[in-house]
């Protein structure tokens, strides 16, 4: 089976992949390091309250592609 990987061709396409990008990346190994820290923000330590925006904001990023038709 041939796997393929297409790029987007609409503006809105472009978008949304750099969209989904930055949320992969913001919740990935390279920003965990900077906020794996003794700190509480909101009676929880930071790495989690972290974790949990993340989960808001791929919700939101998958909401707002969807509303746009990013999707090509």
Known sequence: MKGLFRLPKTTRGWFS?????????????????????????????LLMVWSILIIFLATFSMWLIEKIGGVD
């Open 17 to 45: 992949l750099i969209l989904i990008l930055l949320v992969v990346f913001i919740g990935g190994w390279p920003i965990i390091p900077l906020l794996n820290k003794d700190v509480i923000v909101f009676g929880m330590p």
